[in-house]
């Protein structure tokens, strides 16, 4: 039984490798760049970078890299088996066996695989912002939405291994098209990206004319860190939009109530910590979208405790859990 | 340890008492009406229908009324601890502790409440249509829209026992009213009382003109029941409302595999059996509305084993294990 475990959480962008202690201390950590472009064939390029940080880290501390236990966090449709089954956001490696072209590498038998939002899950439940929580529902809000189900203690990995993609619960039948092949998925209004296109949307309506002057009178300029921005200033116009942003959230937070019984939710990704009135509209919005709400014990919400780690953090935990 | 139980599905309009055995046999029957209008304290005149039922079929038997575990289901959010918290469609009997009250008035320990749709999923997970199946939702199409979640073998009661409440969750953001206070539920599309209302819609909008002319070409006069004998007889606009409705079932089952990943439905309630074009247009539009439906297994959605029946069926399970 290994002292330390290594968990990658593998984007489309960046891979971050932990090497963390069974109490959840971090030995060492890596973060490199993911090939966008693979050339080869599907999951290879990034089967390298991985492996390079699996040497790196195992050599810090003298180990070696066919022994320690290693955890995957993938985005997309993970197959409990190890078979990325769908993944919209790293096309490169979707259809790829990864857990395995790893393990062969690197000569271990000892390689997990486990949905990213589902890693970052298990890091808080077991030591940061769920933790002794026993029904909870994490919400990673970035370009999309992922999350994790946490009921009666276990978090709910569902018949393949795909449960927790919230971000694809429709909230608006018919409404904004989703890089899922759908419409009106919670992600196109609550995530970063919703931000992004709401941005987009109010300029163009010339709804943010404050803000679009700050951007060279250009509404096509108008991104969604200059409503943050604006916002932090005190425009009033930006708040608003932030605040519709909170509704959203709250609206697809009041399902998951709804349907689980969840009294608590740790908000993680980027939104969360880009600005501080997305949450605080959240939670007041709450208490008119939750239906019973007044016949509830108060619900909670909390910004996750590893932030950006939380995935790498919870992929160490499936590497114990599997050796 | 009892051979028997007896369990209540306790609705808006009618109680169904049956006696049951372990095996799922069912032993007696009675049915009765239950009062609208109260002039009691909370939930005493409810309690008085359901003591006769008991004393009836334990009389039957030449069994005790005090010594048969006896289990209830009840419409609304039912505390753990017996407090039927918010009961928006038995206002009668909201806020009462009901089971306390039955308890009391038959000198029996052993009276145990779960929520109706929760009990109708038990059901159908030991003895019915989700028998040996890990990861299933349970629907219930009635007036509104009940449910059960079964996650990895356990039925989800989340935090204080309120899960399930899937009608409740919001498919079109400020949408139709519902009686719960919010707008958009899924119970307003999907539900009989979502026939009712897209027909009542349809009808006034002119596009049910051959089901009108069948109403003496009144608007007003189109019941839901107008639409499904219309279908019947093959009235082509009379099929596309129900298979718009389908559309609105497809669509919050699609969310709930999104969340889930439940691989498989269990429909019951009134509106799965007044039509025979509801269920199959929802299984046909799920593959354009589940995300990643081609890299999962089949979902199959089934009809109810135990129909009407099922609500009290799970209630005698609630006794069974509660005694």
């Known amino acids: 039984?290994?002292?330390?475990?290594?968990?990658?959480?593998?984007?489309?962008?960046?891979?971050?490798?932990?090497?963390?202690?069974?109490?959840?201390?971090?030995?060492?950590e890596l973060k490199s760049q993911t090939p966008h472009d693979e050339g080869f064939g599907a999951g290879e390029a990034t089967t390298k970078v991985i492996v390079e940080q699996v040497h790196e880290l195992c050599e810090r501390q003298g180990l070696s890299p066919a022994q320690v236990p290693i955890g995957l966090g993938l985005p997309g449709m993970m197959r409990r088996d190890g078979h990325l089954a769908f993944?919209?956001?790293?096309?490169?490696?979707?259809?790829?066996?990864?857990?395995?072209?790893?393990?062969?590498?690197?000569?271990n038998s000892s390689v997990f695989c486990e949905n990213d939002a589902n890693c970052a899950t298990l890091a808080e439940h077991e030591w940061g912002a769920g933790r002794g929580i026993r029904d909870f529902v994490?919400?990673?809000?970035?370009?999309?939405?992922?999350?994790?189900?946490?009921?009666?203690?276990?978090?709910?990995?569902?018949?393949?291994?795909?449960?927790?993609?919230?971000?694809?619960?429709v909230v608006e039948a018919k409404g904004?098209?989703?890089?899922?092949?759908?419409?009106?998925?919670?992600?196109?209004y609550a995530s970063g990206g919703g931000l992004h296109r709401l941005t987009r949307e109010a300029a163009l309506?010339?709804?943010?004319?404050?803000?679009?002057?700050?951007?060279?009178?250009?509404?096509?300029?108008?991104?969604?860190?200059?409503?943050?921005?604006?916002a932090a200033d005190g425009l009033e116009e930006a708040v608003t939009l932030l605040r519709e942003v909170g509704w959203w959230l709250a609206l697809g937070l009041a399902n998951l109530v709804a349907i689980l019984d969840c009294g608590h939710?740790?908000?993680?990704?980027?939104?969360?910590?880009a600005s501080d009135l997305v949450l605080p509209?959240?939670?007041?919005?709450?208490?008119?979208?939750?239906?019973?709400y007044d016949a509830r014990p108060a619900i909670t919400v909390t910004t996750s405790m590893f932030g950006e780690r939380s995935g790498a953090m919870g992929a160490t935990l499936v590497a114990f859990e599997g050796a």
């Open 138 to 169: 994490m919400v990673t809000l970035g370009t999309g939405i992922g999350g994790g189900v946490v009921a009666d203690g276990q978090l709910v990995r569902g018949r393949s291994g795909f449960a927790g993609e919230i971000g694809h619960m």
């Open 87 to 107: 993944a919209p956001n790293l096309q490169t490696a979707s259809g790829a066996d990864l857990g395995a072209q790893l393990g062969t590498a690197l000569g």
């Open 265 to 273: 939710f740790v908000i993680g990704g980027g939104l969360s910590s």
């Open 281 to 292: 509209a959240a939670r007041e919005y709450l208490a008119e979208l939750v239906e019973g």
């Open 205 to 230: 309506e010339g709804r943010l004319a404050s803000v679009v002057e700050r951007c060279d009178g250009d509404p096509k300029k108008v991104r969604a860190e200059d409503v943050t921005a604006a």
């Open 176 to 188: 904004a098209p989703c890089s899922c092949g759908g419409r009106g998925c919670w992600e196109r």
């Open 1 to 28: 039984m290994s002292d330390v475990a290594i968990g990658v959480d593998v984007g489309g962008t960046k891979a971050l490798a932990l090497m963390v202690a069974r109490d959840g201390r971090v030995v060492g």
